[in-house]
Nanobody
Framework: QVQLVPFGGGLVQPGGSLRLSCAAS?????????VTWYRQAPGKQQELVAS???????NYLDSLKGRFAISRDNTKKTMTLQMNSLKVEDTAVYYC???????????WGQGIQVTVSS
């Protein structure tokens, strides 16, 4: 059974940094998956934060470029989101996702809270 377990969330002051990680376990070839971080703020729709494909191609929400960085370690089966210069509006529940199109598999981690507040 495949599981994605996120860690690293918490409370941080505006301007601070936080590093989220998500560890995959179970029977999966992690390197075959595109991995993505999403977030959902209270009262708002879920949005894609950053993704990194199996080929290593990254994609970011435009407003986050330059502040957030996504990476992956296929050997350790982990994905990481480095968040810098955090703003109050970055407050949300963050979700990690690993997806493969063929054959189709789509796995989600539990949400992890990130709160940016003074």
């Amino acid at each position: 059974q495949v599981q994605l377990v996120p860690f690293g969330g918490g409370l941080v002051q505006p301007g601070g940094s936080l590093r989220l990680s998500c560890a995959a376990s179970g029977n999966m070839f992690f390197s075959d998956y595109d991995v993505t971080w999403y977030r959902q703020a209270p009262g708002k729709q879920q949005e894609l934060v950053a993704s990194i494909s199996s080929a290593g191609i990254t994609n970011y929400l435009d407003s986050l470029k330059g502040r957030f960085a996504i990476s992956r370690d296929n050997t350790k089966k982990t994905m990481t989101l480095q968040m810098n210069s955090l703003k109050v509006e970055d407050t949300a529940v963050y979700y990690c996702n690993a997806k493969k199109i063929y054959p189709y598999n789509d796995y989600w981690g539990q949400g992890i809270q990130v709160t940016v507040s003074s």
